[in-house]
């Protein structure tokens, strides 16, 4: 299915994200967490690439295992940063052989100690996303930032380039995680204001430990709401108690976003099965799953 079919609906959906594992032997493993997060009938699941402790090798892999024996349709991340051409080329033919339609495009990390980009090669998500277009008829998604990208001098450069995306052929956006909703909401409206009409997914992390807080912040540069820095100082010493937080405050995010008509929404799931389950049991008569 492609998953514009259901973004532009009004319909609440509640999707997770996986990562792929770093080496093959961990593959039947990470097969399991596929079908346990599948068993909570989340709208669609994501798989990235290369990020988040996996590897690029087996996200084609896992995203076959969600569409094709889960029967859960399938989003596949694929970056650019880091590969030639031709590589982004055969993941794509690997992607149209196995039938999944739908590709979030992204840049990914500058690979470090290298002349970037490579003459010839990509240098931004909207290349890749123009090149996946001619190669196929895939639903094509793209990453947006709702506090800017952290390589941008200000939102609204990053709001250009975003807006180049979409023209690029991008139907959808998912964004950096955020713990501050009018953050999101500011976001939106400016986008709106640029011409960038597209779905937006918001993106929620739910933070389950103190190290998952900074490892957060390193990775994004996201801002930490007082609301939620007084959590963690309160519970991070506690797993149990912050655990529980963390899912607390993701749902009440989550429960806050759907209130004020943001339908879609990313869970970064970061292949824990029981918190995102948490999370849609306290939200089974808002978000109801069929089946
Ligand atoms: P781009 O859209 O190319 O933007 C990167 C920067 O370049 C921005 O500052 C933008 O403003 C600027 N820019 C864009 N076009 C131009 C232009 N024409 N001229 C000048 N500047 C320009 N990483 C992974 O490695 N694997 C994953 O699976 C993965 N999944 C992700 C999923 C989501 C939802 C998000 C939000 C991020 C994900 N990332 C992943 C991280 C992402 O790859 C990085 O944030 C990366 O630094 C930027 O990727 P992008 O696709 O947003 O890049």
Known sequence: MRLTELLKTEQVTISCELFPPKQGAQLENYKKTVAEVAALKPAYMSVTYGATGGTSDYTVELA??????????????????????????SVIRELKEKKIENILALRG????????????????????IADIRAQGDFCI???CYPEGHPESET???DLDHLKEK????????????FFDNNILYNFMYKALKKGIDVPIVAGIMPVTSR????RSIALSGCMIPPRFAAIVDRFGDDPA???????????????DLIANG?????????????????????????YVREG
């Open 109 to 128: 990390d500058i690979p470090e100690h290298v002349d970037f980009p490579l003459p010839g090669q990509y240098t931004h998500a909207s290349e890749l």
């Open 262 to 286: 943001v339908n879609h929404v990313h869970i970064y799931t970061m292949n824990k099965p029981d918190v995102a389950g948490a999370i849609l049991d306290h939200l089974s008569y808002i």
């Open 64 to 89: 076959n295992e969600v569409c094709n024996v889960n029967h859960i349709p399938a989003l596949a991340h694929l970056t650019c940063a880091s590969s030639t051409k031709e590589k982004v080329a």
């Open 211 to 214: 190290a998952q807080v900074k």
């Open 166 to 177: 979409v023209e690029a052929g991008c139907e959808f956006l998912t964004t950096q995680m």
């Open 155 to 157: 939102i609204f450069t």
């Open 241 to 255: 108690a912050m655990k529980q937080a963390g899912i607390a405050y993701a749902t009440d995010q989550i429960i």
């Open 141 to 143: 998604g793209g990453a």
